[in-house]
Structures are given as structure tokens and as C-alpha cells.
């Protein structure tokens, strides 16, 4: 019974001891493997210090500079990098908007000043259908001076008023969607005086006052700024035949110059505009109603 004990007590030092000399090795070996890796890391790294360096340099530029760059070792951007991604954003959408926002103005005015235009002509068309040719209407128009400093003015300015009120509900109102307004407040040199109109159902309006002809004040925004000739106020004109210098059979068109004739190259057309806003009608008119790189003024 003794022998027995012995041996079955060796037995079981022998099944431990033989689980601690397997298990000793890989653990061993799991320790030798770990300290190779460090050693290959060590000099990895001492490679880079010395001979590696410059592309190691080029490569961290590439991540600030590449902040959308993940490498395997990163999961996530850096507060720097999101700066800086934010701030080229910012400088990119500082310079493109200014642009964008000019060629959307320029492109909403070129719209409404085409479909004022055809609008206008088919209220004339129609209108000569109750009250015979335009040139034989009646213009009962005003000279008005611009000095404004003498009683005699302040009447015209009351008849030009109700001129252009009597021409407007006659000629144009009847055949013009819209709603009419007389407390516009038009502006000729140092005078200001109200006069009538009709507000378009884009958001555009026109205004009329009694002058040498009926002329036309188009705006292409209504009564929001900046209401400034040549840039969203485009003059227009209602003449009859003897008023008329060049577009003769036709009693609406654009402002023009009295000398203005069909040889005039477009140069001439964009230095009457220069000279005065009220020219830059005509100049538009040249160009199709575009807004060209040249033009003077800008919306």
C-alpha cells in the first residue's frame, strides 16, 4: 500500500511538472519574439533618423497638408487638421461667392429686363388695337428742370406727375399684369418728386414721369437697393414719331443717345454709358440684354 501511494503521489509531480515544462518554453519563446520585435523597431527607427528622414518628413507633410488622409495607424483627424481644412474652405468660399453672387444678380436682371421688354411690346401691339398707332398718341409731356429752386418747377413737377399717371392708366395699365403704385419717388438731378407705376409680379417695377418723352424707369428689384441708374434702374423710353430719332414705327424702346444711328460700333454704346447711366439702356439693348465683362457697372 506504501508502493502504491509513492507512485501515485510520483504520478501526479510528474503530470504538473509535465504541464510547467511544456508550458515554460512558449512562454519563453513568446518573450524572446517580443524582444526581436523591439530590437527590429529600435533599429527601424534609427534607419529613419538616418537615412529615412526626408521622406519621413515628406510623408507627415502630405498629412497636414492631406488632412483626409487616414494611414493605418490613425482613426481620426487632429484639431489642426480640421482648422486648416476649415480655414481653406473659408478662403476658397471668400474668393468664388463674391463672383457667384455678382453672376446670379447679373443673370436675374438680364431675365427680367428681356421679359420686360417683350412684355412692354406686346402692351403697345395691343394697345394700338383700341387706340391706333403708337406715334399718334397723346404725350402730354414736361419739360422739368433739374435746378429745383423756383415755384414754377415744383408745378411741373405736379404735371409731369399726373402726365405720366394718365399716360400709364390709358396705354399701359390695361394690358400689364400688376399692380399699380403712385408713391414712387423719382429722383432727376437735385428734384425728387412721386410719380406712378406698376409692380411686376417677379418682384420688378416700372415708374413713369413726363418729360421730353414718357420716360420709363424699369427696376429690375423693385424698391430694394441699390436703386442706382445703370445697375438695377434701366431707363426706357415712349416717344412719338417726332421725338423718335432712330426707331422709327416704334414708340417704345430703350434710352438712347438723339445722335445714336445703326453705324454706331459698340464702343460707342459702352462710352455713352460711362458717360451717363441712363445710356447703359441702349448699350444693353446692343448686347442682347447681356451683362458683358466690360460693362461699367457692376451689380
Excluded at 527601424?44 to 537615412?51: F, P
Excluded at 437697393?225 to 432712330?246: A, M, T, V
Aim: hydrophobic share 35%; charged share 25%.
Amino acid at each position: 500500500n506504501q508502493r502504491h501511494k509513492a507512485l501515485k503521489l510520483n504520478s501526479k509531480f510528474f503530470f504538473f511538472g509535465s504541464l510547467f515544462h511544456f508550458s515554460s518554453p512558449k512562454k519563453e519563446k513568446v518573450n524572446k519574439e517580443h524582444t526581436i520585435s523591439k530590437v527590429l523597431s529600435d533599429k527601424l527607427k534609427r534607419k529613419v533618423r538616418d537615412g529615412y528622414a526626408t521622406r519621413k518628413a515628406a510623408f507627415t507633410l502630405a498629412e497636414v497638408f492631406s488632412p483626409f488622409y487616414l494611414s493605418p495607424r490613425r482613426v481620426a483627424f487632429t484639431l489642426a487638421e480640421v482648422l486648416i481644412t476649415l480655414g481653406i474652405i473659408g478662403v476658397v468660399a471668400a474668393m468664388t461667392m463674391p463672383i457667384l453672387l455678382t453672376k446670379t444678380q447679373e443673370s436675374t436682371a438680364t431675365a427680367r429686363l428681356k421679359k420686360f421688354y417683350s412684355i412692354m411690346n406686346q402692351a403697345v401691339k395691343m394697345a394700338e388695337l383700341d387706340y391706333g398707332a403708337c406715334g399718334y398718341w397723346d404725350y402730354d409731356v414736361v419739360r422739368i428742370s433739374t435746378d429745383g429752386s423756383d415755384d414754377e418747377n415744383q408745378e411741373s413737377m405736379l404735371e409731369s406727375a399726373d402726365s405720366a399717371k394718365n399716360f400709364l392708366n390709358k396705354y399701359v395699365v390695361p394690358y400689364v399684369k400688376g399692380e399699380f403704385t403712385d408713391d414712387f419717388l423719382w429722383s432727376t438731378g437735385s428734384v425728387s418728386f412721386q410719380t406712378s407705376g406698376i409692380k411686376l409680379s417677379d418682384g420688378s417695377a416700372m415708374y413713369a414721369k413726363a418729360g421730353s418723352c414718357i420716360d420709363i424707369l424699369f427696376d429690375v428689384n423693385g424698391s430694394n437697393r441699390p436703386n442706382e441708374k445703370g445697375i438695377d434702374q434701366f431707363i426706357f423710353l415712349f416717344c412719338n414719331d417726332e421725338k423718335n430719332y432712330y426707331f422709327k414705327n416704334r414708340c417704345f424702346f430703350p434710352y438712347y443717345d438723339p445722335k445714336f444711328t445703326s453705324n454706331k460700333p459698340r464702343s460707342y454704346h459702352l462710352e455713352k454709358c460711362r458717360e451717363n447711366p441712363y445710356y447703359c439702356t441702349g448699350l444693353l439693348f446692343y448686347d442682347n440684354w447681356e451683362f458683358k465683362d466690360d460693362y461699367p457697372y457692376k451689380l
